[in-house]
């Protein structure tokens, strides 16, 4: 990928590039929905990567280009770099130009080429991992050695405040700082985080993302409506965020909630015991009872469906099928309607549960899904 990377951007700017940087996709294991709420989260990083091939410019223009995307290079000057500038795939990498010049940094003029190898529209932080990539590329050909923590920081101000997408910051940091064979257990409300060893294979195991390749329409507004809901469950409790809501203090706070509307009950409700399963799920990789999980994250899966209310017949039928061939546990991973599941299962139950699920969709008129196995592997770097 590197070298199609190089290749492109000699094809589209004739000339050669200063380097090439990759960032990751990223599914996560447990903890959605949780990230806007200052809670928990356990991503791990995809082999399926963003790479963009860059080289500065002294003329204070940005060029943008994608080997994915039919037509030229997208130009902007960068004192026109502002929210509403950039359209489509492009206003991504444009926006993270704009977060480092708002934060100051002394970053010029670039020529950008982007290849990808990452899902578009499957869950799996396509947009994350190509803010990611681009920032790297930047901060590292203007010398701003900018810490991981940093660069997912300023990725998601990108996303949020000039593409318009009210997103928290599990997506960048996964894609800014997971390691290989490891799954990353996040904080979100300081950023603490700890690389946990996640081989399923030493155990006979393995986790299988479905991507069921479609992508509702209501996705975007609905996430933005779920997180108003969070937010005015949090504002109602008197708290900062949902994550200051204690387990064992559901019960009582749902009680303080009976005057708010029955969406922003079942929000809270699905936050809270969000953050439990997180924290059930460390302790039970943490004693090496991975099985177990699967337990978890089906249960997962029934919160974001019957609380949350963000899965969707796709998604379900991934569930409710690998579930009845024999996995130990399944969910909808990512925002929503649409998308991914993942499946925890034995490793000699790949081929079965892969091919029921596949039947199960031809059988009820769907798209043939994409089944591949998710292996932890590294974040962002300079190759």
Known sequence: MSQDARRGFREVYGAEPEGV?????????????????????????????VHAAAARRDDGVLRLHSGDVPG??????????????????????????????????????????????VPTGAGLSSSAALEVATGLALSSLYGLELAP???????????????????????????????????????????????????????????LVVDTRVKHTLADGAYAGRRRACEAGARALGIPALRDVPYEELPAALGR?????????????????????????????DAGDTRAVGEIL???????????????????????????????????TG??????AV?????????KVSEAVTSAFADAGRLEPHVFEAVPSAGARAL
């Open 343 to 351: 499946v925890l299962l034995e490793e000699t139950l790949a081929q």
């Open 72 to 117: 030229g290079a997208f130009q902007l000057a960068l004192d026109a770099v502002e929210p509403g500038a950039g359209g489509g795939w492009a206003a991504y990498p444009s926006g993270v130009m704009w977060a480092l010049r708002e934060a100051g940094l002394p970053v010029g003029g670039a020529d950008v080429h982007i290849t990808s190898t």
């Open 257 to 285: 909630l009976a005057g708010e509307p029955e969406d922003v009950r079942r929000c809270v409700r699905h936050v809270v015991t969000e953050n439990r399963r997180v924290e059930r799920t460390i302790a039970l990789l």
């Open 149 to 207: 923590e940093r660069l997912a920081r300023l990725c998601q101000r990108a996303e949020n405040e000039f593409v318009g997408m009210p997103s928290g910051i599990m997506d960048q940091m996964a894609s800014a700082c997971c390691t290989e064979g490891h799954v990353l257990h996040l904080d979100t409300r300081d950023l603490t985080q700890r690389q946990v060893p996640f081989d399923l294979r030493s155990e006979g195991l393995l986790l």
């Open 21 to 49: 940087w990759a960032a990751p996709g990223r599914v996560n294991l447990i903890g959605e929905h949780t990230d806007y709420n200052d809670g928990f989260v356990m991503p791990l990083a995809l082999p399926h990567t």
């Open 298 to 332: 089906t249960a997962g899966h029934a919160s974001l469906r019957d609380d949350f209310r963000v899965s969707c017949e796709e998604l379900d039928l991934v569930v409710d099928t690998a579930l009845a061939a024999g996995a130990l546990g399944a969910r909808m």
């Open 335 to 340: 925002g929503g309607f649409g998308g991914s």
